[in-house]
């Protein structure tokens, strides 16, 4: 392979087997070398909460259930594989053969999820299921952080639209194409990305740049332009001077009536001022129905303090704060196994203990509907309340129904955030959502651990 | 289109001419209908350095460059443009022709670049610069974030090598994949990633997982199996108790001559302390090649003070802290339009006034080659020092020499890090890297802003 073709690669593989680790390849081969074929449990959770989070959207299980329903190894990328010299070429042979025969059980897409609770679990021949690792994590974890974030905007924004404005601040191509369906799933009422707004049904939204005034030698050529163009437009108020820029337009307005814009955007400066004082030109000029909207570094603490304190803007565009999930980026999702061979299995390294044995989350509710905490059991146990797991593949192919409408994630995943504890909404203070963990599973914990001491 | 259909794209798509937010192509065509052909310069930089970087190493440009050379609105995208119903059947007619004609002046990749400084120009038609944009800002954002916030791991290690881990924690596959690429350009030793691992001709380096040892009934057999399996591997020791997996396997190499391994990895506990104590072990045994690595949650503060501690660790695996380069995931690039139709052009909103006309980079170094400052000038002025910025596409067509082999990018990199003031590698404090503002340029924006307060 020359350099200049190494660097040809602008975009990864559609074929996603080789988005592995490595050491999950050197773990299969040994499985297989030492015909270690029974069938494991690995189950997709995290520990803790990550910073400045209360809820947790688990997304991403169903389109990864999908993906792997095809997963295979190209004869290209086992020429790859090849290249490392430490893989018999019988193994190599086991790969082109290979697809996934296992089950998944999953929480359903949107599902509220805390720590300990699996996100889900996959149930396969041990070699099989390892393989999975890395590409469960990184595909669940893209949706989950983003949706996550998404949702505390949502939440402070009194019911006004929150719009995606993040493509160029997040993280490559598949971050801002995936990430506008989590948007989504999470309440947000729009994006300004062309491709993925109309691939996931999201409303598509856009106004002007700066740059469009300013290629233009007076502004309000700009703005005659767009309003002759798009009927209801928006237009983008602060190149050169907010409350001036306004003033011209009510004028230009009011000479010609038969033209209608819809709103203004306000990029910079002291939102609240500057909203307040358009509002008031707006509507001294009666022009009540041109909305003000404002973007500009936004995040969920700016929008609560301006929606607190009823400054007029009638919607927020959102990028930085949500394109990367800014202040908690990650979930540190972990990829356990927790059954083989018929037994439990967990670890017992410092602070990383892990549940073992299949699992089941019961959702507990009161008499209103609403959730007050969850039992965290073994699969095959009988609590009361709705059991969250649902099984969406069986023996490599998806269940009926496994696969829902997207529409249907979004109208569920809003739903059960309305019936969580109120405090837990609040983005500004932590507050823990209570899971129990059943007697059963503890006892299984404690007899796993016997074990492993016994081995010492 | 049916619900299901929109939640089919279980990735995005290759063609990627609708990765654009909705205002570029609505200025665009606001462009075609008013006959506002003229050529434009667009610059892509950042106002201020990202919190907690006194680097930022620009990468992706050449790849974007190359992206662009064959982006085009392929008939199944022209339908979803139809669909808004806002755009002219003519205008689509132009979509369908579209490639770009213009050209492109970049920094090598690699090039540490500080706040005013552009990545890179477009100058073009102002539509097909405008309908750029965002494709730009995502993908330089990705590789130029990963990559500044890689460097920073890299340099405190005191030469120790620093292995990705991170695959699992970037936002999606492109993140995952491309993100490889930035780690090799920053100095990053080995990923995990077999993929763009073998893509990128980044050594691709795996242990074995906590479930591997967990699936045994005896840890020592999971250990023993790949000892025998691959020659000089990595064990992976702390699933139950550290120091006692340590004193087992000294224990069996002793019984069996014939087997080699090539180190353990230590992934939760006190590091410092037993890293100490297992290297104690094996140096007492006289197995002192056998090397200590470490990995766990580190990042560049956990890595600076245990090397600046002397603590016997050979090399580092790092997760979650480059994965998302969770301390500060953006840098807020920013596409200004800086001259249109031969005249200079800026915003003037507060906190966001940006220089005019198209520009160059000259770096300043003293008699040892070191650098000590830049000036940002006008493209056309003739200025002491290296002129950083080069022309990569003309007429829409890659200058010959423009793509360089990324081995070439990585040594130019490094080299060029090293030539830094050394207080900006420090990763505990802010230092400022000197940029001056040439004269000629001060004077085209006071003339500018002129212009602009003219037009109120």
Request: charged share 25%.
């Amino acid at each position: 392979m020359s350099t200049l073709d190494e660097d040809q690669t602008l975009l990864p593989p559609r074929d996603l087997a080789l988005m592995v680790d490595l050491y999950e390849l050197a773990m299969a081969q040994a499985y297989w070398k030492t015909d270690m074929g029974e069938r494991a449990t690995f189950s997709l959770f995290f520990r803790n909460m990550p910073d400045h989070r209360n809820i947790v959207l688990a997304c991403g299980q169903q389109n990864f259930c999908r993906l792997i329903t095809s997963l295979c190894f190209t004869s290209e990328q086992l020429k790859k594989l090849e290249s490392f010299g430490m893989f018999e070429q019988k193994f190599l042979d086991w790969l082109a053969d290979f697809r996934f025969s296992g089950d998944i059980w999953a929480l359903p897409e949107g599902t509220p999820v805390f720590p300990q609770e699996p996100l889900l679990e996959v149930q396969a021949p041990v070699a099989e299921a390892q393989i999975l690792e890395s590409l469960a994590m990184n595909y669940v974890h893209l949706e989950t952080v983003i949706a996550s974030k998404a949702l505390r905007l949502v939440q402070v924004s009194g019911g006004k639209p929150v719009v995606d404005f993040g493509m160029r601040r997040m993280h490559g191509i598949d971050a801002a194409y995936r990430g506008v369906r989590a948007y989504r799933i999470a309440g947000i009422s729009g994006t300004s990305n062309v491709q993925a707004g109309k691939d996931f049904a999201l409303s598509v939204q856009g106004t002007m740049a700066h740059s469009f005034v300013q290629a233009h030698d007076d502004e309000m050529d700009a703005f005659k332009t767009y309003a002759r163009l798009y009927p209801d437009t928006i237009l983008l108020v602060d190149t050169y001077d907010t409350v001036a820029a306004v003033k011209k337009i009510i004028a230009w307005l009011k000479a010609n009536p038969d033209i209608s814009i819809g709103a203004i955007r306000l990029d910079s400066g002291d939102m609240a001022e500057l909203a307040t004082e358009c509002r008031r030109l707006f509507d001294e000029a009666e022009y009540t129905k041109i909305k003000v909207l404002a973007s500009s570094g936004l995040d969920e603490h700016s929008i609560q303090e301006l929606v607190r304190n009823n400054v007029p803007i009638d919607g927020f565009g959102v990028g930085t704060a949500i394109g990367s999930a800014k202040d908690s980026p990650n979930v540190e999702l972990a990829y356990k196994l927790t059954e083989y061979a018929g037994k439990p299995r967990m670890k017992n390294s410092p602070g990383k203990q892990s549940w073992p044995a299949a699992k089941q989350v019961f959702r507990q509710s009161d008499s209103d509907g609403n959730y007050t905490g969850d039992i965290l059991a073994a699969r095959d146990e009988s609590q009361q309340g709705e059991a969250l797991l649902v099984q969406t593949l069986r023996d490599g192919e998806l269940v009926d129904g496994a696969i829902r409408p997207l529409a249907d994630i979004c109208e569920y995943s809003q739903s059960a955030v309305a019936k969580l504890p109120p405090e837990l909404r609040a983005i500004d203070r932590d507050a823990d959502y209570p899971v129990t963990i059943s007697d059963h599973l503890k006892a299984i914990q404690k007899k796993t651990l016997e074990a492993i001491k016994g081995t010492d």
